[in-house]
């Protein structure tokens, strides 16, 4: 069985490839944001997996079809294993981005977002959503299997209702993991990681419990234990 960690590698790509050094690519995967993507560019990509990892691409492509299109390509040539779209992007959005992995010979998986676990009941309000979280995350899961995605992120919270709602073979990826002494931070939907996995989720981001530890491998030794 692979791992089912993924640890993000929010930093500059020095720090990055330092700390890729440290870890076997046989117990996690690494996940790259826009952070490390801006200042690394598709060249950090290259070294991550000439070091063996197999790479989230984390960019929630979010624009008009032909505009996401282009960039599900580009992504596609880089050779990623996963890579994210905004489910808030459209139905429109979502098919075209389906269709051009379909067409692919390579076909990483592809995940839409459905609400950063950064934000809650209220936060949602704020920017104009009457629903609740759950029911959003929930709507835009739904669009996401319909329109032929692999799978959404969503937060730990709402990993046991969208197994149950949208069956075994859609993919569940979870951030906002955190064990009982961490610090939500700037998370607001969280849970720890053996919650995550117990309620139905196939992968979780790891970040900052991982990658500030002072044995980095260590520590994703110890969490791969407890689960």
């Known amino acids: 069985m692979s791992s089912p960690i993924i640890v993000a590698l929010d930093m500059g790509p020095k720090s990055a490839l330092e700390l890729v050094n440290e870890l ?12 490390l ?3 690394g560019g598709p060249e950090i990509i290259k070294k991550l997996k000439d070091s ?31 890579l994210n779209v905004h489910a808030l992007g459209s139905k429109e959005m979502l098919r075209t981005a389906s269709q051009v992995i379909k067409q692919s010979s390579i076909k990483p998986f592809l995940i839409g977002v459905t609400v950063l676990t950064s934000l809650d009941d209220k936060s949602l309000k704020l920017v104009g959503f009457n629903k609740f979280v759950d029911d959003q995350v929930l709507l835009l899961a ?18 046991g209702i969208l197994r149950k709602k949208l069956g ?26 053996e919650l995550a996995l117990q309620n139905g ?16 491998k260590g520590k994703l030794r110890q ?3 407890t689960v």
């Not at 076997?24 to 952070?35: A, L, R, T, Y």
């Not at 989230?56 to 960039?71: G, R, S």
């Not at 993991?177 to 990681?193: L, P």
């Open 24 to 35: 076997d690519p046989n117990e996690c995967k690494v996940k790259v944001g826009s952070q």
């Open 142 to 159: 739904e669009l996401c299997k319909q329109e032929g995605l692999d799978g959404v992120v969503c937060s730990p919270k709402e990993v």
């Open 37 to 39: 993507f801006t200042s």
């Open 223 to 225: 969490i791969l234990e």
């Open 201 to 216: 989720a196939n992968y979780v981001v790891i970040g900052r419990e991982i990658t500030l530890d002072a044995d980095p």
């Open 52 to 82: 063996g990892f197999d790479i989230f691409l984390d960019l929630k492509f979010h624009d008009i079809p032909n505009t996401v299109k282009k960039a599900i390509e580009a992504s596609i040539e880089l050779g990623v294993w996963m």
């Open 168 to 193: 075994n073979d859609f993919l569940l990826v979870t951030p906002g993991i955190r064990s009982n002494e961490m610090n939500k931070r700037d998370q607001k939907r969280t849970s720890s990681v």
